[in-house]
């Protein structure tokens, strides 16, 4: 059984049958926070960019968990070297490879990746997750619309995360765009209301979403949890 439990921002916590993978913790620092970094014992961490809202609390995390981290070839250097952690799978773009939840593959993402203290974080990145039960989840975390979304669309997704914040990312009218050119089941609004600039009425959008499209929003409150 696979559950996923919204952290509010872009910070993301799946249960699979008891393996749990944190995707971009930023709870320090993150005012919608619905719980501390030193409540999570991940096993896994994906960090989907350089950028302080996404690389968070990942290296104490890290530290302090034993967890696996996996990123982009450049954010995964930096860890190694910088912080000195060790269990770290650097991949990048197109790549995937067969972790024991299931496999994750590196997806495009147009946006940003300087890591906080100005070294090189490579290429920003999504992820598509297919868990063992087969369940495909895309989480595109920040990036403006492009079209290749189509082509991710077409491995049958279960469930889309997409940014609606507008301002650093989509804001609403291309990411209902991008549920048509991703089709998944069901799709959730992430990277919003954090902060003043990307303030939106996820409401409204999912409104939209139900009307223009065969895909079943679901808007969470940070803390919520979703059975996949
Ligand atoms: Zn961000």
Redesign the pocket.
Known sequence: MIRLQWLG??CLLFDADGTRIVIDPFLTGNPTAPIKAADLKPDFILISHG?N??VGDAVELARRSGAIVVTNYEIGNWLEEKHKLTRIHGMQHGGGYNFPFGRVKLTLALHGSALPDGSNGGNPCGFLITFKDGKKVYDAA?TGLFGDMKLIGEEGLDLALLPIGDY??MGLDDAVRAVKLLAPKRVVPI?FNTFPPIRQDAMAWAERVRRETACEPVVMKPGDWLDL
Do not use: E, L, V
Request: negative net charge.
């Open positions: 921002h872009s950028h809202d996404h920040d650093y990312t990277h």
